[in-house]
């Protein structure tokens, strides 16, 4: 049985500005219907990666394809099956709900006969029905990412770019735009998503990491966990988090801030665990809680990043 045709097919994708390399030979391939998430720090690559993906900016190296048509060659054949939605929601704060929608829909294309139903799935997937004679610039930012992302998806495209999507996002409207994501994925649209939230990671079905215009590492959540973590991970918990990490840090322990905690690698958590303890509580630092943990995806990508 023939593989089917992959919904993005990157070989050897690069674009330099000048001297400066922001995107340095990646390839990669994403399946229809997947969740893919593209995942690094700012100033990685990722947007860059997508502007090339999306045929708004010329590879100067490489190529690749998307819906199989090609991003060199077939810029506007590509525009014409994707939808696009940067971090910063792609709306007119000055126009109203029902304005915005309308303008979209003519942008995308959407046929006289479908903008009325278009429109109304638009309204009730962003849950603002009531609200389409309101200044989109009022939304609240929940609101206004999910209109975003319906606009993105009036002419139904079979592809998807989102561009760092949740940033400025709060964790509340964070998780329920990721369930919408993961709507669309299950009817049959292929999502690529970039984001810095290395917590989203676990949403996406497969991941790249992005170092400095490189992809370090690439495969699904647990994957990666599994190939690049050979490591185990205690999470600290003490009320003096910056003392500490100092502490661990002259004591050659690998540190990181974790949210509220601290995240230390070490080769055995069983030994690690009283002998970090006594090293804390020697410094005059109480420790509320020591435990080995999963490792998370920043996890990861910090191992990967000290390793290159």
Same mark, same amino acid.
Not at 57 to 74: A, K, N, Q, S, W
Not at 130 to 145: A, S
């Given at each position: 049985m023939q593989k089917p045709e992959p919904a993005v097919d990157v070989h050897e994708l690069s674009r330099t500005f000048g001297s400066f390399t922001a995107v340095d030979k990646i390839s990669l391939q994403v399946a229809k219907g997947e969740i893919f998430g593209f995942l690094g720090p700012n100033g990685a690559g990722k947007s860059t990666t997508i502007r090339m993906l999306c045929g708004l900016? &010329?590879?100067?190296?490489?190529?690749?394809? @998307?819906?199989?048509? #090609?991003?060199?060659?077939?810029p506007e054949a590509v525009k014409n099956i994707i939808g696009y939605m940067s971090q910063k929601f792609s709306l007119y704060d000055d126009l109203t709900v029902e304005e915005n929608i309308n303008f979209f829909g003519g942008v995308y294309r959407v046929p006289k006969e479908k903008k009325d139903s278009r429109k109304?799935? +638009?309204?009730? &997937?962003? %849950?603002?029905?009531?609200?389409?004679?309101?200044? !989109? %610039?009022?939304?609240? !930012?929940?609101?206004?990412?999910?209109?975003?992302?319906?606009?993105?998806?009036?002419h139904e495209p079979p592809v998807l770019f989102l561009d760092e999507p949740t940033s400025g996002v709060d964790p509340l409207s964070r998780r329920g735009f990721w369930n919408l994501i993961r709507e669309m994925a299950e009817s049959g649209t292929t999502i690529f998503v970039t984001t810095h939230h290395m917590e989203e990671a676990d949403y996406c079905d497969r991941l790249a990491l992005i170092y400095k215009g490189q992809i370090i590492?690439?495969?699904?959540? &647990?994957?990666? /966990?599994? *190939?690049? &973590?050979? /490591? $185990?991970?205690?999470e600290i918990e003490t009320e003096r988090t910056v003392e500490a990490l100092? @502490?661990?840090?002259? *004591? %050659?322990? $690998?540190?990181?801030?974790?949210?509220?905690?601290?995240?230390? !690698? +070490?080769? $055995?958590?069983?030994?690690?665990?009283? /002998?970090?303890?006594?090293?804390?509580?020697?410094?005059?630092?109480? @420790?509320?809680?020591? #435990?080995?943990? +999963?490792?998370?995806?920043? #996890? @990861?990508?910090?191992?990967l990043i000290e390793a290159s």
């Open positions: 900016l &010329m590879p100067t190296g490489g190529g690749g394809t @998307v819906g199989g048509y #090609d991003i060199r060659t077939e109304a799935w +638009v309204l009730a &997937m962003a %849950g603002i029905e009531d609200k389409k004679g309101l200044l !989109t %610039g009022t939304l609240p !930012t929940g609101f206004k990412q999910r209109l975003a992302l319906g606009c993105a998806l009036l590492a690439e495969g699904a959540p &647990m994957e990666l /966990r599994r *190939n690049y &973590m050979k /490591r $185990d991970i205690l100092e @502490v661990l840090f002259k *004591n %050659g322990i $690998d540190s990181a801030i974790f949210g509220s905690a601290l995240h230390a !690698t +070490v080769e $055995d958590a069983g030994i690690s665990a009283p /002998r970090i303890r006594h090293m804390l509580e020697s410094s005059g630092i109480a @420790v509320e809680r020591i #435990d080995k943990v +999963v490792p998370s995806l920043e #996890d @990861v990508f910090v191992t």
